[in-house]
């Protein structure tokens, strides 16, 4: 990815990545960079499974983009593995500069190396340009999920 670094993520990248999951109207609200416990709590768990990749996009040593790759085995579709991309998140300097779609395409490329049929993603309904965004890439708004708080 020549000047691009995309690697596993790291506790010292937390706060960065923390602080671009705060950085719009949704993640203001639920995302709290005050307190990184959780989070660094999270990065344990997510750094023991093997299925998960939790990785940011660094430049000249700055970490301007992130975000999570779940690998899913599954019995549907006649056995097929799947991947999830979650939580992308680009650096407000580096948005329209490329590297969200680099950033995608390392998923989709690390999904087919990991024997993946399938990649889906969801995206929140307010985020219409994300939506643009995932299509230009290839992507079909082909579901309707749901989601239930607990």
Same mark, same amino acid.
């Given at each position: 990815?020549?000047?691009?670094e995309?690697?596993?993520a790291?506790?010292?990248d937390?706060?960065?990545i923390? @602080?671009?999951?705060a950085?719009d109207?949704?993640? =203001?609200? &639920? *995302?709290?960079?005050?307190?990184?416990?959780?989070? $660094?709590t999270?990065?344990?768990?997510?750094? @023991?499974?093997?299925?998960q990749?939790?990785?940011? =996009?660094? &430049? *000249?040593?700055?970490v301007?983009g992130?975000?999570? $790759?779940?690998?899913?085995?599954?019995l549907s579709r006649?056995?097929?593995?799947r991947?999830?991309?979650?939580?992308v998140?680009?650096?407000?300097?580096e948005?329209?500069s490329g590297?969200?779609?680099?950033?995608?395409?390392?998923?989709?490329?690390?999904?087919?190396h990991?024997?993946c049929?399938?990649v889906?993603?969801?995206s929140?309904?307010s985020?219409?340009?994300a939506h643009?965004?995932?299509?230009r890439?290839?992507?079909?708004?082909?579901h309707?999920?749901?989601?239930l708080?607990l």
């Amino acid at each position: 990815m020549g000047d691009l670094e995309v690697r596993g993520a790291r506790a010292e990248d937390i706060p960065a990545i923390v @602080a671009m999951l705060a950085d719009d109207p949704l993640g =203001a609200q &639920r *995302e709290s960079p005050d307190d990184l416990s959780p989070y $660094l709590t999270a990065l344990e768990r997510l750094s @023991a499974d093997p299925n998960q990749h939790l990785v940011v =996009a660094v &430049r *000249e040593g700055r970490v301007v983009g992130t975000l999570q $790759l779940t690998i899913i085995p599954g019995l549907s579709r006649r056995g097929s593995t799947r991947s999830i991309i979650e939580g992308v998140r680009i650096h407000a300097d580096e948005r329209g500069s490329g590297l969200g779609s680099r950033l995608i395409q390392w998923a989709i490329d690390t999904s087919r190396h990991e024997g993946c049929q399938l990649v889906q993603l969801t995206s929140d309904n307010s985020r219409t340009d994300a939506h643009r965004f995932y299509e230009r890439l290839g992507f079909t708004a082909s579901h309707v999920g749901f989601k239930l708080a607990l």
